[in-house]
């Protein structure tokens, strides 16, 4: 992974940027900095991922003044830069999995979620179909001033609802703590809120989650076992009954 450093050393028009943050990501660079006094997120992608940041920009410019996504503000081709406003606050994934938070604030949460997939779909649904945010983990969400923000939209395509609703599922149900009752009961509160708010219908969601947890195992080779045993229970089962011990 290159440093953000070497990018804003060598590069004049990013020289006087004041780096205060880096961001794990799995393929390109990300940080926090400082431009004119104002906070901003550096998006530095790799060479082979420039179809990346053409439909991440796509996508924010298209969607930020009607949705809670960040501003886009530069795309830099020449370096393969995208500069983008910095969205203050608390990431849903972290929220979720605390054992400090009090359920009710957890819940309030999980319908934040399913309200944002429901606009973002709604939004975004044109003739060629329904558009995906892609990559619907719960890291990509922040609450900020009582909302949730989507951020990381690189990996949008046409698909259908179902598959990001299964990608997100799947992030609830495995980060740690893994498949609890607590966890099921969020992906039930999630997609039960998310049904009653489109007219259109989501199908094989079970098959589609048991797949999702099956593509994580490639993230996560040292869960590959308790990621099988419930993609089967979940496809054979339904996702209600998979929780129970049977």
């Known amino acids: ?86 969205i203050m606050g608390e990431n849903v994934c972290d929220i979720l999995n605390d054992s400090q938070k009090i359920l009710e604030e957890k819940i309030k949460v999980v319908h934040l979620l399913a309200d944002w997939f429901v606009n973002f779909h709604t939004f975004f649904k044109s003739e060629e179909g329904f558009r995906l945010r892609g990559d619907a983990n719960l890291k990509n969400f922040i609450l900020c001033r009582d909302n949730v923000w989507g951020v990381d939209f690189e990996e949008s395509r046409i698909g259908k609802p179902s598959e990001d609703l299964a990608t997100l599922c799947v992030s609830l149900l495995s980060t740690d703590p893994m498949f609890t009752d607590e966890k099921f009961q969020f992906c039930q509160i999630f997609l039960d809120a998310y049904r009653k708010s489109v007219q259109w219908a989501i199908d094989q969601l079970n098959a589609e989650i048991s797949y999702a947890l099956l593509e994580r195992i490639q993230w996560r080779p040292n869960d590959e076992e308790i990621l099988r045993k419930y993609a089967t229970k979940i496809r054979n089962k339904g996702l209600q009954l998979a929780q129970l011990n049977f």
């Open 1 to 86: 992974m290159r440093d953000i450093q070497e990018l804003i050393e060598n590069v004049e028009k990013y020289k006087t940027m004041l780096l205060q943050k880096r961001f794990e990501s799995k393929k390109n660079t990300v940080a926090y900095v400082v431009h004119n006094g104002q906070p901003r997120i550096l998006k530095w992608f790799v060479p082979g991922l420039k179809r990346n940041m053409e439909i991440e920009y796509r996508m924010l410019k298209k969607g930020f003044s009607h949705l809670t996504m960040p501003s886009p503000f530069e795309k830099d081709s020449e370096n393969n830069v995208l500069v983008m406003s910095y």
